[in-house]
């Protein structure tokens, strides 16, 4: 199977832009997670997607965004960009929303400048 | 307040010799899981192991074994016979209340 892909993997944006990153899970998977890592604040949930529907949210502005398509593709959202939304965003699937004898996979991460 | 620490920002090793990285956490709840995640450099986190709190033997994969202690919400990862592969950033994570914390990570070097 082929694992978390993220797209694109590079991105220099400048402040006040908007951005928008793509997750495809591995196939199966209908639960796709979102995490910012910087090397300040560590890595931190941003939400959860499932069906669909947004499952879990973390503590971030309503900058931040996301939806999920039907084939449980996932993107997100950074509109107004500040310089502080620099930071690596790592997407994350499992095959269902519970934990139980689940494992979350991670793809490479998409790498986001804002200049 | 549901937190994470790791509070050994970097360790090393010599390869074949065995290493814990150290872990604690707060929360009040009673069930959640708790996990090691590793990530290489410039390479993909992957998990190395996890422990769902209800359970009281303490999970192991290989080299790589956890110290479960729950009254006192501790979650070491000891790595046996370290290898040169195992250098990496490790992190401490708890899912809590469906949220999921890391800790700030252990950059561990693994020596020659």
């Known amino acids: 199977k082929a694992g978390v892909t993220q797209t694109p993997r590079y991105l220099i944006k400048t402040r006040g832009q908007q951005v928008t990153l793509s997750c495809s899970p591995i196939?199966?998977?209908?639960?796709v997670s979102w995490y910012q890592q910087t090397p300040g604040q560590g890595l931190q949930f941003l939400f959860e997607?499932?069906?669909?529907?947004?499952?879990n949210k973390g503590n971030f502005p309503g900058r931040f965004s996301g939806r999920q398509f039907s084939n449980s593709r996932s993107e997100m959202n950074v509109s107004t960009l500040e310089l502080g939304d620099s930071a690596l965003y790592l997407c994350?699937?499992?095959?269902?929303?519970?934990?139980?004898?689940?494992?979350?996979?991670f793809g490479p991460g998409t790498r986001l400048t804002v200049l | 307040a549901q937190t994470v620490t790791q509070s050994q920002p970097e360790m090393s090793v010599q390869e074949a010799e065995t290493v814990t990285l150290s872990c604690t956490y707060d929360?009040?709840?009673?069930?959640?899981?708790l996990f090691w995640y590793k990530q290489p450099p410039s390479r993909q986190m992957i998990l190395v192991i996890r422990?769902?709190?209800?359970?009281?033997q303490n999970a192991t994969e290989n080299r790589f074994s956890v110290n479960f202690q729950k009254a006192a919400k501790s979650f070491s990862l000891k790595i046996s016979d370290s290898q040169l592969g195992d250098t990496a950033m490790y992190f401490c994570?708890?899912?809590?209340?469906?949220?999921?914390?890391f800790g700030a990570g252990t950059r561990l070097t693994v020596k020659p």
């Open positions: 929360t009040s709840e009673n069930n959640y899981y």
């Open positions: 196939s199966g998977h209908r639960s």
């Open positions: 997607y499932f069906s669909e529907t947004q499952r």
């Open positions: 994570a708890a899912l809590l209340n469906n949220d999921m914390r």
């Open positions: 994350a699937s499992r095959p269902r929303t519970s934990w139980l004898g689940n494992e979350q996979f």
């Open positions: 422990q769902e709190a209800y359970k009281q």
